[in-house]
């Protein structure tokens, strides 16, 4: 295999990422419908149906609707086509749990937050943790491909890491941080942080985290090499952002500015690119739902940025209160972008350029 061959990257299902992409069958589906698709249409009326009842907080509206609806798109989607080995059957055991442990988390939330409450959502950090695993078993299949023979320069390897698989990948693994700080808030373990921060770390990991790369790296598949230089520096630091935020909030304010400052900025700029040129050649109705998903994020990032910036001076801009950005931001995220991101891309899955199931 050339080192052309090996480091294209952009499906990278199997051992070998240049295999011709296959229209399968998922593995787990009901009279021809996938279990994923059923799962997030008959959550929506569950999500809809307790939003309406007044149950849910505003921040626990939009992080139920990530593990009842968005999550199981995502990962359907993510999964055209199927996985191989380890990958396959980890994503297939995630997908079989993912329903019961969705509505284990929404009974969480409504609720009283404790020991029962944690018990409740325990199973979704089982489902994140399996898909988890799926998206790291096809990652180091694909840098085994890319490595090849150990003669290439590491270029290869570089452009795999880079790839739009490897964001779709990192998706999958970050929902798993997500599911733990939702147990580590019901059970009150909030170390030196205030409550809500450990709550809006679970929202966060399940919208930047997994939303987020996983609407990226389908954007990716669209693109051809020409659009390397302008996608993969981009994608590279929505790939990191999420963990180097997490960090500096946890041990640094510099180093949280910092990190927020380069993620915000290539979010919206990565943004900007998927609806003037990848959304361009969808379909109309397509075109329309990517194109509000993607330019949410410029809106999106600068109310985050500007937060970041306010929470470091001390004097935030434009009155951007704590209140304010899970009103604004989180609402922008969760429905401006998540629910129309990936219900665009849903209505025709790109598995690489000019290939669509």
């Known amino acids: 295999m050339s080192a052309s061959d090996r480091d294209s990257g952009w499906i990278g299902t199997s051992v070998d990422p240049t295999a011709t992409p296959r229209a399968e069958t998922p593995r787990w589906t009901v009279r021809g419908v996938a279990l994923g698709d059923i799962s997030a249409a008959g959550s929506a009326l ?7 009842a007044g149950l849910f907080t505003p921040v626990e509206q939009a992080l139920a609707l990530a593990p009842l609806v968005l999550v199981p798109l995502g990962a359907r989607m993510a999964a055209r086509p199927r996985f191989r080995g380890l990958a396959d059957r980890a994503h297939a055991a995630a997908t ?44 180091r299949d694909r840098l085994l491909a890319a490595s090849g023979d150990g003669t290439d320069d590491g270029s290869s390897v570089l452009r795999a890491l880079l790839a739009p698989e490897t964001l779709i990948d990192a998706g999958l693994g970050y929902a798993t941080v997500g599911s733990v700080a939702l147990v580590l808030w019901h059970l009150g373990a909030t170390f030196r942080f205030e409550p809500v921060i450990i709550l809006l770390t679970a929202v966060h990991f399940h919208y930047a985290g997994f939303v987020l790369p996983v609407f990226m790296g389908l954007a990716g598949r669209c693109i051809g090499p020409a659009g390397d230089r302008v996608y993969r520096p981009l994608a590279g630091v929505v790939l990191v952002g999420p963990a180097f935020i997490a960090v500096g909030i946890s041990f640094s304010p ?76 989180g609402s922008l995220n969760a429905y401006g972008f998540g629910f129309f991101g990936v219900a665009g891309w849903r209505l025709s899955v790109p598995v690489g350029p000019g290939r669509v199931e």
């Open 46 to 52: 569950v999500w809809t149906g307790v939003s309406l």
């Open 96 to 139: 079989l749990c993912q329903p019961v442990g969705a509505l284990l988390v929404t009974l969480s939330l409504v609720v009283e937050s404790g020991v029962g409450a944690a018990a409740l959502a325990a199973p979704w950090v089982v489902v994140t943790a399996l898909f988890g695993l799926a998206g790291l078993a096809r990652f």
């Open 254 to 329: 510099l180093v949280e500015i910092a990190a927020v400052g380069a993620f915000t900025t290539a979010v919206a700029a990565l943004g900007g690119y998927v609806a003037l040129r990848v959304a361009a050649g969808r379909p109309r109705f397509q075109r329309f739902l990517v194109r509000v998903a993607a330019l949410a994020l410029p809106v999106s990032m600068a109310m985050a940025l500007g937060y970041g910036v306010g929470a470091f001076t001390g004097n935030p801009p434009l009155g951007l209160t704590l209140d304010t950005m899970v009103a604004l931001h």
